[in-house]
């Protein structure tokens, strides 16, 4: 039935890299052999830019921050404490059981935990607020509730991911993935196995099924008079919220630098959030579904 | 660097050239805009749903000595009736193709 499959794999194992992560091999644990080794390097970028000759110089841009041309000598000066610091923090959301296969590459450091902290301090601080919010009005069809939700949150992410999409591209993300942990993929046909799609393929697959189970008026209707069809939560509210997760998750480990820089965090924080508490209050989504972003989710709920 | 906005992050190369172009500046400012009006008004909605519920349920309980419970209980249902409908049309409203 389910159209998807993600591939838990266990710390040790990794899928094929795609953005920005390294292979979880023992070759990899020593800094220095990622940085000498232009094979590696090559193999790791395969797909994300064209042959490059000088491995060395492909490290630098793609790792250190570009920074905007005009005022040099800040620029200057900027460089130069990166440099002596060597840490560049990487805030795309990373669970800590992973930090330990990013290996610091050239002036690159992954930061210790703090950052899963700092995403959690800049939500909204509506405290309690939202958790109000998700409770089934007295006297409410449940069903509704759902479908009223569930319709939100596809506008939401729509919104969300619209404004990266610019830089969610095919090349950026030739798979859909959230970590080097998680690969989601899409079926195309019932009955034949689905195959690993880009990032924007994926979430335009996702978009437009979903648009087509609301357009459906025996599962979402419309007319005043209009039932909803037999075990509606299960069947359809909780694997639309599974896959429309996934965009929260590519979005929170693959493009967080940009929606910082964009200074959409807090949008982001509070639409997961909300996202989040809404699951946990009808009790939708098991910690399996949260996958890449459990530790994330249990923050923002014990808060 | 203790401030996550002015830390030194890892971005794409261009990333300052396409967050410079207006379609990104605009799809940002439409976002933040959704965003604010989306949560303004489901607290709105939120809010005002409870105080009719509190003043329904408060008629009632006024009108207790006065009808029966069959009755009571018709009026309630017809309430949320009324209140389940404007939640459907709160679902419909067309506004899933305003943007891209």
Known sequence: MSFLQNFHLSPGQTIRSTRGFRWNTDSNKDV??????????????????????????????????????????PELQQRQTQREANVVTDFNYTPSHQKQFLQPTAGTAVSSHQDLKQIVEITLGSEGVLNQAVKLPRGEDENEWMAVHCVDFYNQIN??????????????CPRMIATNEYEYLWSFHKGESPVAVSAPKYVECLMKWCQEQFDDESIFPAKTSGQF??????????????????????????????????????????????????????????PSDFGPLLELVMELRDR | VNDIRSSPKKLPRDFHAKAELHKTQRVVS???????????????????????????????SQQGDLKSPDQLNGEWTGYLEKEHEILRKRRLKPKNKDFE
Request: aromatic share 14%.
């Open chain 1, 229 to 286: 069809p037999q075990k509606f939560i299960q069947r359809f509210v909780i694997p639309m919220l599974r896959r429309l997760f996934r965009v929260y998750a590519h979005i929170y480990c693959h493009h967080f630098n940009e929606v910082l820089e964009l200074n959409l965090q807090t949008v982001l924080n509070t639409s997961f959030r909300h996202f989040c508490l809404f699951s946990q209050e009808f009790e939708l989504l098991k």
């Open chain 1, 159 to 172: 919104m969300l991911y619209g404004t990266i999409t610019e830089f969610c591209s095919p090349q950026s």
């Open chain 2, 30 to 60: 439409v976002c933040q805009m959704y965003f604010l009006d989306y949560y303004c008004d489901m607290f709105d909605y939120v809010i005002s749903r409870r105080q009719r519920t509190k003043k329904v349920l408060e008629y009632l």
């Open chain 1, 32 to 73: 220095d052999s990622t940085r000498s080794s232009p094979k590696r390097s090559r193999d790791d970028r395969s797909g994300l830019v064209g042959t490059q000759p000088n491995a060395q110089n492909l490290d630098t841009q793609l790792w250190v921050t570009p920074t905007r041309s005009g005022n040099t000598l």
